[in-house]
């Protein structure tokens, strides 16, 4: 089958035989030949309140009919936006945060160093132009998130990148303070997922983001949470940062704030980054997007967090992490599965030599579950919150008959 004119992300260009997602129900997707799967990743880490949501639908197409959009630059704003708004800052890990959205957890990421940069600039400390970041990470596919980015594969062959971006091996903090000795006076921000997500499923080591909060504090520079995954209950909480008691100056979002409704994504701002701003009135933050606050993706995201409110999914989202991490460990034989790593309702399986990731994922896929392998020796998990202990079970089963067969059958439209 020769490929179609939609050139796939993350995918060989010559690539043909996709399986083609017609509709999906709960923790339930079906493909074009009417053949249901566990959606094990809930799409891309993002439908935490589940496929199928009818309120959230209703609420875009009344919202279209009455606005579908308008932008929100210098006078302009919307009801829908200002309305979610309110709700992030009440909900956000620092008092008094403002909001920054866009429509992309890559956009977020780019905004938060922007921002980070910018009030040290306003501050008067222009020189603090330096980001620090992690190995493994990832944090978008922009030119400062893929800077940032701790994968060497995601960055090879686009030339040039950002400047001023300094990578530090995750869970070592003598190497961050090294970064921090290497660049007096220059260091802008840290950015840190809570748990890794992309990057292999790994939650912090204990103490390390208290530890990059320590240092950041120490010299005078901002701490950004890059939550896309993490945020909206994934671990139990709204945020990584509660999760882990540690307090950011900035919050990268997207994700699951609509679970995937609609492109939505943001910044939480606190007062420190803001003071700057808030000393020179006459100061403009000259950046933002076309869909910046559109009202669409703001009224899908209203329902969405009435969702995960109304229906107690945070508290689920430990439920489910658990119940999958046992399951997970039960397969641990030293041989084909060596680790189960992550937090929350994300997690993941380290395999063993010999074990491809891809091809486990085939067999998976094959079996009627979706899940996703990272590099050829991770297969991870983050459904939807509202997956069922049965469901749950069948991720388990299936990766364990997956482990232990050789063939690779190809499930195609």
């Not at 009440?90 to 940069?117: C, D, I």
């Not at 701790?150 to 001023?164: E, H, I, S, V």
């Not at 320590?214 to 509660?242: K, M, S």
């Not at 933050?285 to 107690?312: C, F, I, Q």
């Amino acid at each position: 089958m020769a490929a179609t004119a939609f050139l796939h992300p993350f995918t060989r260009p010559s690539a043909d035989g996709f399986l083609t997602i017609m509709r999906g129900e709960g923790a339930t997707v079906w493909d074009a030949h009417g053949r249901s799967y566990v959606d094990g990743m809930a799409s891309l880490w993002y439908c935490n309140i589940g496929h199928g949501r009818g309120e959230i639908a209703d609420a875009v197409a009344t919202q279209m009919r009455q606005l579908a959009g308008y932008h929100t630059f210098e006078r302009f704003t919307n009801e829908p936006t200002e309305q979610l708004c309110e709700r992030l800052a009440a909900r956000a890990p620092v008092a008094g945060s403002r909001v920054f959205l866009t429509s992309s957890g890559s956009e977020a990421v780019e905004t938060a160093v922007k921002l980070a940069r910018f009030s040290h600039h306003l501050a008067g400390d222009p020189a603090r132009t330096v980001v620090i970041s992690r190995r493994p990470s990832y944090h978008g596919v922009a030119y400062a998130g893929t800077t940032l980015t701790g994968l060497p594969l995601n960055q090879a062959g686009f030339g040039p990148l950002l400047p001023d971006v300094c990578q530090v091996p995750r869970g070592d903090l003598e190497a961050a303070a090294a970064a921090f000795a290497a660049n007096p006076g220059r260091v802008a921000a840290v950015i840190a997922e809570p748990v890794i997500g992309a990057g292999g499923v790994y939650p912090p080591e204990p103490g390390e983001l208290a530890g990059l909060r320590a240092l950041c504090d120490q010299h005078g520079a901002l701490l950004i949470l890059d939550e896309v995954i993490t945020g909206f209950g994934r671990l139990g909480h709204w945020w990584g940062a509660d999760r882990y008691g540690v307090t950011p100056d900035l919050t990268v979002f997207a994700k699951a704030v609509t679970s995937g409704y609609q492109p939505l994504g943001g910044v939480l701002v606190t007062p420190r980054v803001l003071a700057p701003f808030a000393a020179d009135p006459d100061a403009v933050l000259r950046t933002g997007h076309t869909y910046s606050g559109h009202p669409a993706a703001s009224a899908a995201a209203l329902v969405n967090l009435d969702v995960l409110e109304d229906e107690g999914l945070l508290d689920r989202a430990v439920h489910v992490g658990r119940r999958l991490a046992d399951g997970l460990s039960r397969l641990i034989d030293g041989e084909r599965i060596v680790e189960v790593r992550g937090d929350g309702a994300v997690r993941a399986v380290g395999l063993g030599p010999g074990v491809d990731a891809p091809q486990v994922r085939e067999h998976m896929l094959a079996a009627g579950v979706i899940a996703r392998p990272i590099g050829a020796g991770t297969i991870a998990f983050s459904p939807p919150l509202v997956i069922t202990d049965a469901q749950v079970d069948r991720l388990v089963q299936s990766l364990a008959d997956a482990v232990a067969r050789p063939a690779v059958p190809v499930v195609t439209r």
